[in-house]
């Protein structure tokens, strides 16, 4: 089989990035593409549920890598994706977002002579301490064209001294998958089947390796949490990192109002979400989605490589302390309901200019 181009994803995020971009190579005029799931997230309710819920074509191959450290996870994918690229010769990759899969999946292309596309380009935490941001750093660096989806990124690639040529803002591709399953996401019936009322309660997500894989820092950072579970429900669908951790602290099960959920696929969490008082996250995306929904965020991180949700957004740092996480979620229950103001081109259309710019660049 021969294609253009070849998509690489591999794990959760991906999966709401990848979705917009596909469809806009399935219009016409079509650009034939090869789908390739690295395997990285491999659970029923991290891969296959999104791919049903999102439409997710089928993937022409899979990697299977499953998990592993830094270096043996990455190393899985880019020596059994070299062996696809080389077999298939695609004229380009394109890659998403900051995982391992994008990082492997960018370098196995470069090292063939293979274009690299990487949607969501440029964005910095300035933090070398995140496997992502070597991730996004390292995938920028070796990358012909260059999506962002906030201004701040193409600033960050500028300074970088990255051609403005190969940079193309075009928007927010989780955005477009926010937007066209919202009227679907209404229909969930989550809140009935957790017994909850719209803006009465708290949604927890946390997986970031620096605040989950050590159980003293994990307690540490539950213990506000805990004291808010005392005045709403707080819903935590817990992430399989985290739940490792967990069972290191079993006072955290003791807060009555904290709800320990097995991960949640997407359009049940995107209704818990919209329906929210406050949601409390480690997550780039979710820092995005809460932007657009209008939904109060406390981000329990020192530092955001997506500076446009505090600015346009409702989002705010917490850091990892509880002094600030507490102060940050009674400002947030003040900051009362917010409309929202999305970020320049955050609207819908992200996968279709993508589409249009990849078109280009194929015919000439
Ligand atoms: C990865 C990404 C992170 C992204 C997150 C979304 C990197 C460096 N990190 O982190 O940027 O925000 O995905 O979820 O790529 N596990 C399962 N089942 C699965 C997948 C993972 O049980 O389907 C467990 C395994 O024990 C594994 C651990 O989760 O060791 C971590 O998975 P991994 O893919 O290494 O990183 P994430 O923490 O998910």
């Known amino acids: 089989m021969t294609a253009p181009v070849l998509v690489v994803a591999g794990a959760r995020p991906n999966f709401m990035k990848v979705a917009p971009v596909l469809a806009a190579l399935r219009e016409e005029p079509r650009v034939p593409y090869l789908l390739v799931h690295t395997g990285q997230h491999y659970d029923e309710r991290m891969s296959a549920l999104f791919f049903e819920e999102l439409a997710l074509p089928k993937p022409d191959v899979e990697l299977n890598v499953g998990s592993g450290t830094q270096a043996t996870q990455t190393a899985a994918v880019l020596e059994r994706l070299e062996a696809v690229l080389l077999e298939h010769r695609p004229r380009m990759v394109l890659v998403v977002g900051d995982v391992n899969s994008t990082l492997a999946g960018a370098l196995a292309a470069v090292k063939l002579g293979i274009a690299v596309a990487h949607v969501e380009a440029g964005l910095r935490s300035f ?18 064209l260059l999506f962002a989806t906030e201004e701040s990124a193409v600033e960050n690639l500028e300074r970088e001294g990255v051609a403005p040529e190969r940079v193309h803002l075009v928007g927010n591709t989780m955005i477009d998958t926010l937007q066209a399953h919202r009227e679907r996401a209404g229909a969930s019936r989550i809140l009935d089947r957790l017994g909850l009322e719209p803006a009465s309660y708290a949604v927890l997500t ?13 307690s540490r950072m539950l213990g506000p949490i805990r004291e808010l579970s005392a005045r709403m429900p707080v819903i935590f669908p817990v992430h399989p990192r985290t739940r490792e951790s967990l069972r290191g602290i079993p006072e955290a099960a003791g807060a009555r109002g904290l709800r320990f959920l097995d991960p949640l696929g997407y359009l049940d969490f995107l209704r818990l979400m919209s329906e929210s008082r406050l949601v409390l996250t480690d997550s780039g995306g979710i820092q995005e989605e809460t932007t657009v929904l209008g939904v109060p965020c406390v981000t329990l991180r020192d530092n955001t490589e997506r500076p446009v949700t505090i600015r346009n957004g409702t989002n705010r740092l917490g850091g990892t302390e509880p002094e600030g996480i507490r102060k940050a979620i009674d400002e947030a229950l003040a900051s009362g309901s917010v409309v929202p103001t999305p ?11 993508i589409g249009h710019v990849l078109r280009g660049w194929l015919d000439a």
Request: without cysteine; charged residues 30%; hydrophobic residues 35%.
């Open 206 to 218: 946390l997986h970031r390796p620096s605040n989950v894989d050590d159980p003293l820092t994990l």
């Open 127 to 144: 933090d070398r301490t995140m496997p992502e941001e070597i991730n996004r750093v390292v995938t920028d660096a070796v990358s012909e």
């Open 343 to 353: 970020p320049p081109l955050w609207d819908g259309r992200a996968g279709m200019r």
